[in-house]
Nanobody, 130 residues
Framework: QLQLVESGGGLVQPGGSLRLSCVASGFTLDYYAIGWFRQAPGKEREGISSISSTNGSTIYADSVKGRFTISRDNAKNTVYLLMNSLKPDDTGVYYC???????????????????????WGQGTQVTVSS
């Protein structure tokens, strides 16, 4: 069974931090780029970060750059998203996704093209509120 299982979401005050985890089951993440996407209420799904499988290159959406950090631990088959200085606008459902061969990184549309990702987690709710 091929799964991505997310954890770490929850309720946090503005300015606080959360670390999301995404664990792969049934396959190894070694050859996959890992992307994080989110969907806020009434908004389109947006890519917020991705990390390549080839050289560890990372990319961040402008909305999270400087606040979020993506990382991977291939030995644990896990990807993390550390979210600092959280804002109410960060509220939404966060999804991790795996892109075989990091194919999105080689496409014109880039690493935030959701159609290039092969496996998706179920999503975890992040709520930033006082």
């Amino acid at each position: 069974q091929l799964q991505l299982v997310e954890s770490g979401g929850g309720l946090v005050q503005p300015g606080g931090s959360l670390r999301l985890s995404c664990v792969a089951s049934g396959f190894t993440l070694d050859y996959y780029a890992i992307g994080w996407f989110r969907q806020a209420p009434g908004k389109e799904r947006e890519g917020i970060s991705s990390i390549s499988s080839t050289n560890g290159s990372t990319i961040y959406a402008d909305s999270v750059k400087g606040r979020f950090t993506i990382s991977r631990d291939n030995a644990k088959n896990t990807v993390y998203l550390l979210m600092n200085s959280l804002k109410p606008d960060d509220t939404g459902v966060y999804y991790c996704a795996a892109d075989q061969y990091s194919s999105a990184w080689y496409r014109v549309r880039g690493p935030f093209d959701a159609s290039e990702y092969d496996f998706w987690g179920q999503g975890t709710q992040v709520t930033v509120s006082s």
